[in-house]
């Protein structure tokens, strides 16, 4: 199962979800758009299955719009870790150190991320983080009754 096989229909339904304004959040009495929370979430949505499950998926036991490449994932494909060349050429930086520094923050912006995508009720944690294991997140994408849909099967496959 390639990545064609993937989140092309979940991606489509991130935008569709930002569109009515799901992935928006006040400021200074306006909307402002969470850049942000629509990066992540279309990430998320682009590394996970569609559904409904193909037949392919079924046997295998996979879930769909269930994410667990963890926040280093997005982190790398956000391009958070990188230094600018002032920083590379820096003979007074430690760049380990800096990368480190962009590291926690990335990973604490990603972990808010996530924590407005649990409030806006547009991802669940199915499967907390655990030693070498990255939590699980199952993207509710679609209508209420999908998304209940949509858990039953993950939890089905996943055994819990």
Avoid: F, H
């Avoid at 590379?88 to 990973?107: F, L, Y």
């Avoid at 991802?123 to 990255?134: E, H, R, T, V």
């Amino acid at each position: 199962m390639g990545m064609e096989e993937m989140g092309y229909q979940n991606a489509n339904l991130v935008y569709a979800l930002s569109s009515i304004g799901r992935l928006n959040k006040p400021r200074g009495g306006k909307l402002a758009v969470n850049t942000m929370a629509i990066a992540t979430l279309t990430y998320m949505a682009l590394n996970t299955y569609d559904w409904p499950p193909t037949e392919k998926l079924r046997q295998a036991n996979l879930p769909c719009r269930y994410y667990t490449l963890g926040w280093r994932a997005i982190y790398d494909a956000l391009g958070m870790g990188l230094l600018s060349q002032e920083q590379v050429s820096d003979a007074d930086i430690d760049v380990d150190a800096a990368i480190k520094a962009r590291e926690r923050t990335a990973q604490t912006r990603i972990s808010q991320t996530w924590k407005y995508l649990q409030d806006q009720k547009l991802i669940k944690c199915l499967q907390p983080a655990s030693l070498g294991k990255n939590a699980g997140y199952l993207l509710l994408l679609g209508t209420d009754e999908e998304n209940r849909e949509v858990e039953a099967y993950a939890r089905e496959c996943l055994g819990i």
